[in-house]
């Protein structure tokens, strides 16, 4: 159970944490979204990937779903780490170590299997580095709060990032599209058998 990690004290993080912050979203998704760890609004309000950059990353998705002309596939917005990294309680921010993020790897992991994703997005360079390897073939995407340090909507990198973020809710949309043909012809075919099952017993 994901509950579980709630009450996690397996790193030195859980010492000045308020929350430990999991997932939000979809459970299971279409998309996993990998961030990096909650800074102090996070950490307040126990959820991933809030405030400014929460709603730049819902501007984001839902842009690149009107590019892509689809419907904003379900989400789940994670972390490589689910307590706010800092040194001291109420002191800064500071970037996870990798003892930290790999004492956190199986909770990630745990919330991975629940969201069973058709894509994986990997936001920001710590969750690329480090989560590459375990999600092969993911999506790299930029932190959500270094798209606003430089710029927000006007920044250089905003376009890219929303052009490919549009091709990867297309893939979504046609591994769901091919996935729902297989369901019907599957029910078809049954429906199929069942008929001569039935025609088959009443001629004897
Ligand atoms: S960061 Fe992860 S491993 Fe460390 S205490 Fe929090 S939940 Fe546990």
Redesign the pocket.
């Given at each position: 159970m994901v509950e579980k990690?709630k009450e996690?004290?397996?790193?030195g993080?859980?010492e000045t944490?308020r929350n430990?912050v999991l997932g939000r979203g979809s459970m299971p998704a279409d998309i996993l979204i990998i961030g990096e760890a909650p800074g102090k609004v996070e950490d307040l309000q126990g959820q991933p990937i809030v405030g400014p950059s929460g709603r730049l990353l819902d501007y984001i998705m839902e842009t690149a779903a009107e590019q892509a002309e689809v419907e904003v596939p379900s989400c789940y917005i994670t972390n490589t780490?689910?307590?706010r990294p800092t040194d001291s309680l109420g002191g800064p921010n500071t970037q996870p170590t990798d003892a930290?993020i790999w004492?956190?790897f199986e909770?990630l992991m745990d919330e991975a299997k629940k969201i069973k994703p058709i894509r994986v997005i990997l936001v920001g360079k710590i969750a690329q580095k480090n989560c590459s390897q375990a999600f092969k073939g993911a999506h790299h995407m930029h932190h959500p709060a270094f798209l606003l340090r430089s710029g927000g909507p006007k920044s250089p990198y905003f376009a890219k990032t929303v052009r490919d973020l549009s091709v990867v809710f297309k893939e979504v949309a046609s591994v769901k599209e091919e996935g729902s043909k297989k369901e019907g012809n599957e029910k078809e075919g049954n429906e199929k058998k069942a008929r001569r099952k039935r025609r088959r017993s009443a001629s004897i």
């Open positions: 990690w996690c004290t397996r790193c993080l859980h944490r430990v780490c689910a307590c930290q004492a956190c909770r």
